[in-house]
């Protein structure tokens, strides 16, 4: 979890240097080309989840070789793919600005930010799978403590481009990709040195590995691209009903709803190899310990930030925007009432990650799936089509309710279901 929080601040630190050291619109143009970020997010996700599963249930089984094939073929598929989305984001990066939203006033800073960051793209995905095999790996202390040293130096470098040199976005841009750049760095060395348990070994392409690991991953990538998908809803409806000036409302939201996902996906993700283990050595008890101590954790973490947002949001929302900006107050108050969201979002992301780690993929993609990309942004379009622009900001409670509501369904199903193989 602390890693997925770090690896989360990267973006969140850059928002803080673009608005104090750039401007609002132009933190509204960096956050506008967040969905980009979350495409690279998910990629990453949607192969590397996939793939731990596999490895775990390789090594609970005690087949080490087949554990490195299947993390060794991953590492080539990722890298090939980057290729691909550098060459295509760098040759389009002003159409896709103007897609994901961007309109006259924002669409230098997302183009600018855009271009710079997808030359990146191999950095972002391939550490990302890195950190999640060195967790399956056993030894998720280095996880946390390589993403820790790459957000050190994304701070150290957002200051010096941004405050120092005053290479505005471009330069906020280039921070995160340089501090993408020593966490994949830092985990090839630990793969690379000989002190890990899973090496890089010779194998032949199998495409039946990926039938597997793609719907295995599609649960936490559609949480990921869920987020880049709401953000675009979101800044296409804000501008049609508050005007673009009102983007950076959104801004902040959006960068704490980052943090809170990723601390979310954090607890699902440091359970899933566990219970994907558990499942391998059929250990039944375990996997229902699992799953309890996850939930608690959602809902005691989910408790916490609640409470914080409703007693101080001013604070948070003075990271972002200065005290005597017009759009203050107004994003406080449509901060307390997205706020009321996350406790549910987090139950419902731990219950798509548990279906995952099952090997439950149908279970798994309707849950994220349907959450992400049908009740989430049904709620948002209701109240856009009525005009209900003070409410706008309540839509993802309604969204993640009634995606709760799945999870809990599909999960006495799987229960009874256990239940009824374990008695005949």
């Not at 619109?25 to 731990?52: K, R, Y």
């Not at 775990?56 to 080539?76: N, R, S, W, Y």
């Not at 989430?376 to 009525?386: E, K, N, Q, T």
Request: aromatic share 10%; proline share 3%; hydrophobic share 55%.
């Amino acid at each position: 979890m602390s890693a997925m929080v770090l690896f989360s601040a990267y973006t969140i630190v850059d928002g803080i240097f673009v608005s104090k050291g750039v401007g609002e619109l132009a933190l509204a143009g960096v956050n506008i080309a967040l969905p980009f970020i979350n495409v690279l997010s998910g990629t990453a996700i949607l192969l590397s989840m996939g793939t731990s599963t596999l490895c775990a249930f390789a090594l609970g089984h005690g087949d080490h070789e087949k554990a490195e094939k299947i993390f060794t073929q991953t590492v080539v598929a990722i890298v090939a793919i980057s290729a691909v989305i550098t060459v295509a984001v760098s040759l389009f990066s002003e159409p896709l600005a103007v897609l994901l939203g961007a309109g006259p006033q924002t669409v230098g800073y997302s183009a600018q930010y855009l271009h710079m960051v997808c030359l990146f793209s191999v950095c972002f995905i391939l550490s990302y799978c890195l950190e999640v095999m060195v967790k399956v790996d056993g030894a998720p202390q280095l996880a946390m403590f390589g993403v820790g040293i790459s957000f050190l130096i994304n701070v150290g470098l957002d200051y010096l481009f941004i405050m120092v040199f005053h290479w505005g976005v471009w330069g906020a841009a280039l921070a995160t990709g340089l501090a993408q750049l020593g966490s994949l760095i830092f985990f090839l060395i630990y793969f690379l040195s000989g002190k890990s348990n899973l090496r890089f070994r010779r194998f032949r392409f199998r495409l039946k590995d990926f039938r597997r690991i793609l719907p295995l991953g599609i649960a936490d990538c559609s949480i990921e691209l869920m987020l880049g998908f709401l953000t675009l809803l979101y800044n296409h409806v804000i501008t049609q009903l508050l005007g673009e000036s009102s983007l950076p409302i959104f801004a902040v939201i959006a960068y704490l709803s980052l943090v809170v996902s990723m601390v979310m996906q954090g607890i699902a993700q440091g359970m899933m190899p566990l219970v994907s283990l558990a499942v391998g050595e059929n250990d039944r008890p375990s996997i229902r310990v699992y799953l309890r101590k996850a939930l608690l954790s959602v809902l005691v973490i989910g408790v916490l930030v609640e409470l914080f947002c409703q007693a101080a949001p001013g604070t948070i929302v003075s990271l972002l925007l200065s005290g005597d900006s017009a759009l203050f107050d107004e994003t406080v108050s449509a901060l307390r009432q997205y706020a009321l969201s996350y406790l549910p979002a987090g139950l419902t992301i731990v219950l798509a990650g548990y279906f995952a780690a099952l090997g439950k993929a149908g279970a798994s993609a309707l849950l994220s799936l349907g959450r992400g990309f049908l009740l989430l942004p049904a709620a948002l379009m209701v109240l856009y089509l009525l005009g209900a622009s003070a409410m706008i900001w309540t839509a993802a409670l309604i969204g993640e309710l009634l995606s709760l509501g799945l999870g809990l369904f599909l999960l006495r199903r799987n229960e009874a279901a256990a239940k009824k193989e374990l008695d005949t």
